[in-house]
């Protein structure tokens, strides 16, 4: 079975100013988004669903999804404050969903095979999405476990150096990785991250690997996710100690992938494979970070790459 993109496209771009999942950068009008699809389809994938929020449902079906009519199959969650678990509610002064962990739980219903997660605002290269392709056609159960044990799952996550996703005009988060015999051991969030905080003679030489939210799951996943999440929203209500995936303030805390699968990975329930890529990352953070990513992606024109128009009519 081919496998399935799962695109997180809820975010509001609030740094950048806008709905940055519209927003053109390729010399056709491509958006970041449109050659992440591209990329997919030419690797193998057979679906994309898109995470969105229900208010830019109709802008988004039909400066979006439209264009990818006959190419590839499109199917569409949503992502919102109140998708909760059976019986659950927002606290009263909660007004943001719940992070990423949360958004890919809202796919539970619609996903049966193995997928991919990306963001819809990343550039990730072609060759992260041949790699995904290829550890989905054959994920499942990882090292065999002792006697009597149930072996781990196996998931995968592409792999970047950080100094090839830093934005010069400002601050960036990055969940730098530990990585042994080629799999996660760790990940460790680095916010305010500068372009100048990175190099000789700074806390992070460049070449650390990072995860850029590009993983490969299997549907063991999210049984994962409904138990995390609960807990989730039982702390600090219930006075409990406070999950791997949780933040203690429930009205701004956040339901974070990786530190979910952390979780798993810390409980031995999965074990994640690193893929590193050739490719450089590039993304739309800051507005100003537009001119450079239009000018990235026409050089990829320019060799080749990428036709000049992606999906003509």
Known sequence: MQPTLLVLAAGMGSRYGGLKQ????????ETVLDYAVFDAVRA???????????????????QVGAKYAGRIAVDYVFQSLDALPSGRRPPLGREKPWGTGHAVWCARGVIRENFAVINADDFYGANSFVQLANFLG????????ARGAVAPVE??????RLDRTLSENGAVARGVCTVASGHLRAIVEQTGLHATDVGPGQKFGGDETVSMNCWGFTPEIFPALDEQLQAFLDFPAQGG???????VDPLKGEFYL????AAMMGKG?????????????F????????????????????SGAYPAKLFPS
Do not use: N
């Open 269 to 281: 329930e999965a074990v994640v494979r690193v893929l590193p890529t050739v490719g450089t990352w």
């Open 283 to 302: 993304g739309v953070t800051y507005r100003e970070d537009k001119p450079r990513v239009q000018a990235a992606v026409a050089e990829l024109v320019r």
């Open 155 to 160: 998931f995968a996550m592409v792999g970047f």
């Open 258 to 261: 990786p530190a979910a699968v």
């Open 241 to 247: 100690a406070v999950p791997a995936a949780a933040a």
């Open 138 to 145: 054959g994920a499942g159960r990882g090292t065999a476990p």
């Open 22 to 29: 519209i927003d053109p950068v390729g010399p056709g009008g």
């Open 44 to 62: 193998g994938f057979g679906r994309v669903v898109f995470v969105i929020r229900r208010d830019f449902e109709a802008i988004f079906r039909e």
